[in-house]
């Protein structure tokens, strides 16, 4: 049987072709996939569950037509994920960051424009009774 560790490439000699030995199941699936396409190179997601594969693994595959070999890797699904989240860890942090700063500094524009807007109003009504003072009508007549 082929032991594929996780995100390693087993090579597989000769090609589809040759039958692959019956105790083999992953080498059984990836013969009848590469038999199955028609292009040099492809990717081919197999489901967990199927013989070999307990997990879902994405499998590409190159074709040799010289040689007649196949080149194959696997690479759980499982281990994609965190791949990708170590290889863009900086990315995803800088852009976190960046989300967390503009949404502070908008937060912090919109608390000034709320107290521009009060003491507006302050300075535009009568304290005492709550009516427009002189520099409202100042500025209604000025906008007039």
């Known amino acids: 049987m082929i032991e594929v560790p996780e995100g390693r490439s087993p ?28 292009d040099s190179r492809h990717m081919v997601t197999i489901k967990a569950g199927s013989p070999g594969f307990p997990k879902t693994t994405y499998t590409t595959f190159e074709k040799d037509p010289l040689f007649g070999t196949i080149t194959w890797t696997c690479i759980p699904e499982s281990e994609v994920r965190v791949r990708f989240l170590k290889g863009n860890l900086p990315l995803i942090s800088f852009s976190a960051v960046s989300i967390l700063g503009i949404s502070l500094l908008f937060a912090g524009l919109y608390r000034q424009a709320r ?30």
């Not at 090579?11 to 028609?38: M, Q, Y």
């Not at 107290?115 to 000025?142: H, S, V, Y």
């Open 11 to 38: 090579f597989v000699f000769p090609g589809s072709d040759t039958a692959p030995p019956s105790d083999d199941p992953i080498g059984r699936t990836l013969n009848l996939l590469s038999a199955k396409v028609p």
């Open 115 to 144: 107290r521009l807007e009060k003491t507006l109003l302050l300075a535009t009504t009568d304290p005492a009774t709550g009516p427009p003072n002189r520099r409202a009508l100042k500025i209604r007549a000025n906008s007039l």
